[in-house]
């Protein structure tokens, strides 16, 4: 069973997934950097790049976003469907009005990744109002069982002659729903649409049509399930919000809401602070003595799996497959933990037995299943790496929390005092080169001027003596390792 906790406040909203007592993902939403993702723009056309196949968007944001080719084929050609792709140049011009929504949200330089074709989420349904297709998800039972509901969908859709149609996909939830309820969600998203295409109507581009629910809302129609024992939320105030919002749309979770009102704080009940803390580190340690190393970059995150202290099995192939079984499932847990996206690539220590490998990728299959992103595993490559994909729909938890060191600028290292002290020497003879100056001042780190001073004092002695003018030092405590300045007098 899963527990989920809600940790509120006017700032920041915080949700923990929690099953048997480890936090297994993390949601985060302030207030002043709420996510785009579902978010309904009017835009308009600000550049088409052949080239690319592909336009940039002015929705109202700092950045222009980004929309492909194959994102506004699907208005055109619906989803599943086979037909010539028609140029970009030829479906769309600068200035042009669009309605679109945000599918991807700004990540590090990249601004936002959007779709023409407009899907609203609901408890039970997602309605695709410019499509006809009735989707099913894919966890929901027997293939008889799913043409039973796409058979009673149908029925209650309608056509679009009848004044009805517009496409919809069964979310998992939607499985044991009955036609009142699917009735009921049909006309809720129905209505939404209808207010969108009304403000689509009257409001100038760039404007926002849609908003997504806020997180807390999201907890009833996104993370909410059979499998979830109970809610608990900190505010009185939110809590009431919740429950009003739950008996009109998600009464099957209502009797799992309650309101957290222990002198502790409810994110102190496991740890979670601690665990998040642990979610930014580079190294992940291993209940066996084991450790993981996680290095993510702009493309891909690397993961890599060491035996450490354990040396506990009977001989050494024993002792990689019992280390590699527990790095899956924590691999598993970590990349929902820390919201890991794009090309994943594991490095398991080298397994001789191929039985071995098997088993330690059906275990992270396994542990993988649960995760509500959309996972790919591709297996091991011919130099014994595991490749993965995740969906990334939003920033990982480091990019939410952190930003890179003012120090070293993410790099992860700085120059040495020595380097450093060469660097000025090599400057001070270039500018002596081009610049006739009486004297050459050095202001830099206390340490670097030390080392000048101390082990560096003939080359600079010898540097002074070469291009014939003197080289003074000034200290600067406050100045970081690598940064200096050579003022010429």
């Known amino acids: 069973m899963e527990d989920i906790l809600i940790n509120w406040s006017p700032q920041e909203t915080r949700v923990a997934l929690v099953e048997n007592g480890a936090v297994q993902e993390l949601h985060l939403e302030r207030a002043l950097e709420r996510g785009l993702v579902g978010n309904v723009y009017l835009g308009r056309v600000a550049r088409v790049l052949p080239g690319m196949q592909s336009a940039f968007i ?89 043409e039973a509901l796409r058979a009673r969908m149908q029925a209650l859709v309608g056509t679009r002659e009848a004044g009805g149609g517009g496409g919809f996909i069964l979310r998992t939830n939607a499985e044991e ?33 849609h908003e997504d629910l806020n997180l807390v809302q999201r907890v009833l129609r996104d993370l909410a399930s059979e499998r979830t024992g109970s809610i608990r939320i900190d505010s009185r105030l939110q809590y009431e919000a919740l429950r009003a919002f739950g008996e009109q749309y998600t009464p099957s979770s209502v009797g799992k809401l309650e309101h957290y009102t222990g002198e502790r704080p409810i994110f102190d009940l496991h740890n979670i602070d601690a665990e998040v803390n642990r979610a930014l580190a580079r190294r992940v340690d291993l209940k066996s003595g084991g450790y993981l190393v996680f290095d993510q970059t702009e493309a891909l995150t690397t993961i890599d799996v060491n035996t450490g202290a354990f040396v506990g099995a009977k001989n050494f192939d024993d002792t990689v497959f019992k280390t590699n079984l527990e790095a899956a499932g924590t691999i598993a847990r970590q990349l929902r933990l820390r919201n890991l996206g794009g090309i994943v690539i594991v490095d398991f220590i080298d397994m001789a037995r191929d039985e071995h490998r098997q088993a330690v990728m059906a275990e992270l299959k396994k542990h993988l299943s649960r995760d509500r992103t959309r996972t790919t595993v591709g297996g091991f490559t011919s130099l014994g790496l595991l490749e993965l994909t995740r969906k990334r729909t939003r920033e990982s938890l480091s990019r939410m929390l952190c930003e890179p060191c003012p120090t070293c600028q993410g790099r992860g290292q700085v120059k040495t005092a020595r380097t450093v002290c060469y660097d000025i020497l090599r400057e001070i003879l270039r500018e002596a080169r081009q610049f006739s100056a009486k004297e050459f001042r050095v202001v830099a780190a206390a340490e670097v001027v030390e080392m000048l001073l101390d082990e560096e004092s003939a080359h600079l002695a010898g540097l002074s003596d070469f291009i014939g003018r003197p080289i003074s030092l000034t200290a600067e405590p406050g100045n970081q390792t690598e940064h200096y300045d050579i003022v010429l007098l």
Request: proline share 7%; net charge neutral; hydrophobic share 40%.
């Open 177 to 209: 729903a009955t036609d009142d309820e699917l009735a009921a969600d049909i006309a809720y998203l129905r209505k939404t649409w209808a207010a969108i295409r009304q403000r689509a109507h009257t409001l100038p581009p760039p404007s926002l049509l």
């Open 58 to 146: 002015d929705i109202g944001l700092e950045r222009a976003a980004f929309l492909h080719v194959a994102d506004l084929q699907q208005a055109h050609t619906g989803p599943g469907r086979d037909a010539p792709v028609t140029p970009i140049e030829k479906l769309l011009f600068e200035g042009q009005a669009l309605t679109v929504q945000v599918i991807k949200d700004p990540i590090g330089t990249k601004g936002a990744r959007l779709s023409s074709q407009v899907s609203i989420a609901g408890r039970l349904l997602v309605h695709l109002p410019q499509d006809d297709h009735i989707g099913i998800s894919q966890r929901i039972g027997s293939p008889e069982a799913r």
